[in-house]
């Protein structure tokens, strides 16, 4: 049951490691060179009031803080001349995840540059933004996969856990067949008992899944409040559900092969 909800709860959070990707992609806006304090407050203005723009994610990065970034030193280097660092001021930003698509990113970068002759150059990582998108596809085909192993894997292992504990009853159920009991007395508390342990195995697994999530976020209430709520009811709701089933169907094809079909 944790690897069937461990499936679950990576299929409904996978959405919220999606959009976090692609909300911390920087894109680098290089501004013209002679632009003075004011210009560059004005570009930043209007990057604000764009809403595709994440907010709270520009950022002025000077071209003394770009070489500190490279850890490169102006005094110290032969490929350029006068101690002058040779990057221009940029602007770094990211956008909110729907907007991360090649083809908006790309209308981002006309409209800005139509916008404000201020903009020298939008820089992204095109090749990037393209490999992310079809490797989601990839490790989308790649995780329907494991899933369906992991789910064989899972009621193999169920079954033969259910038919293993019922083997060593053999002699009982014979022996209440003998003395006249219905197949329906005793069928009734195997299948009883099944379901329940089964649910607690669910509500078990439940647990285990929550901790994972605790220790894997900062903070878990805005994972699960941002990601689809019909979904996570589901699986709250019908894995402890579905393993008490489960759990009964497996007793009840196991008891049939101990019990006496005439009976």
């Not at 996978?14 to 304090?37: C, H, P």
């Not at 995840?97 to 006309?110: V, Y």
């Not at 329907?144 to 789910?151: K, R, T, V």
């Not at 089933?245 to 019990?259: A, E, G």
Request: with cysteine.
């Amino acid at each position: 049951m944790l690897i069937l909800g461990l499936i679950g709860a990576a299929y409904i959070f996978s959405g919220e490691l999606v959009n976090w990707l692609k909300e911390t992609t920087d894109i680098a806006v290089e501004i013209r060179d002679g632009s003075t304090s004011d210009q560059l407050s004005e570009v930043m203005d209007f990057l604000e009031a764009d809403e595709r723009i994440l907010e709270g994610s520009i950022v002025h990065l000077p071209p003394e803080e770009a070489l500190k970034v490279l850890g490169m030193d102006v005094t110290g280097s032969d490929w350029w001349e006068d101690d002058k660092s040779p990057f221009r001021d940029m602007v770094i930003f990211n956008v909110k995840a729907d907007w991360f698509t090649p083809a908006e990113l790309s209308k981002i970068r006309r409209n800005f540059k139509e916008k404000s002759s201020l903009i020298e150059e939008i820089h992204y990582q095109d090749r990037l933004v393209l490999d992310f998108h079809s490797n989601l596809e990839n490790l989308a085909w790649w995780f329907a996969g494991f899933g369906l192993l992991f789910l064989m894997l899972s009621i193999i292992l169920i079954y033969n856990t259910t038919k293993l504990a019922l083997y060593a009853d053999r002699r009982e159920i014979e022996t209440m067949e003998l003395v006249g009991a219905s197949r329906g007395f005793i069928r009734r508390p195997y299948l009883i008992k099944s379901f329940f342990l089964g649910t607690i195995s669910g509500v078990i697994a439940l647990g285990a899944i929550g901790g994972i999530i605790y220790l894997a976020y900062d903070n878990p209430l805005t994972v699960i409040q941002g990601s689809d709520l019909e979904n996570i009811i589901f699986l709250v709701g019908g894995l402890p559900l579905g393993a008490g089933i489960f759990s009964f169907l497996c007793t009840w094809l196991t008891l049939n092969q101990y019990l006496n079909p005439g009976r």
